[in-house]
């Protein structure tokens, strides 16, 4: 099955920018629709973005809508988040996620998940 690994995390001071990246191992990586997820201290995991096979589909959550965005290279194995005028409240472990079948809003039924990688922004 898919392996994955972020990267591109950091320290980041409230209104700057960061790219997250997440490269998967294998073959399949363009069977799967991915993910980036985040988990803030004492919170749950909540969904942030998607995007499907093609990349020509994209899903954010409303607290990252019009700040982020979503993309992959899939001849690079890699998908990407782009986030800009960043707020102490992104801070989080953000997680990249592989479904095979669909877009997931939730973490149940994920196929393969990354370790997470942190992201703080400084006020």
């Known amino acids: 099955q898919v392996q994955l690994v972020e990267s591109g995390g950091g320290l980041v001071q409230a209104g700057g920018s960061l790219r997250l990246s997440c490269v998967a191992s294998?073959?399949?990586?363009?069977?799967?629709?991915m993910h980036w997820f985040r988990q803030a201290p004492g919170k749950e995991r909540d969904f942030v973005a998607a995007?499907?096979?093609?990349?020509?589909?994209?899903y954010y959550s409303d607290s990252v809508k019009g700040r982020s965005t979503i993309s992959r290279d899939n001849d690079k194995n890699t998908v990407y988040l782009q986030m800009n005028s960043l707020k102490p409240e992104d801070t989080a472990v953000y997680y990249c996620?592989?479904?095979?079948?669909?877009?997931?809003?939730?973490?149940?039924?994920?196929?393969?998940w990354g370790k997470g990688i942190l992201v703080t922004v400084s006020s």
């Open positions: 996620g592989a479904n095979g079948r669909g877009i997931a809003r939730t973490t149940t039924g994920m196929d393969a």
């Open positions: 995007i499907s096979r093609g990349g020509g589909g994209t």
């Open positions: 294998g073959r399949t990586f363009s069977s799967y629709y």
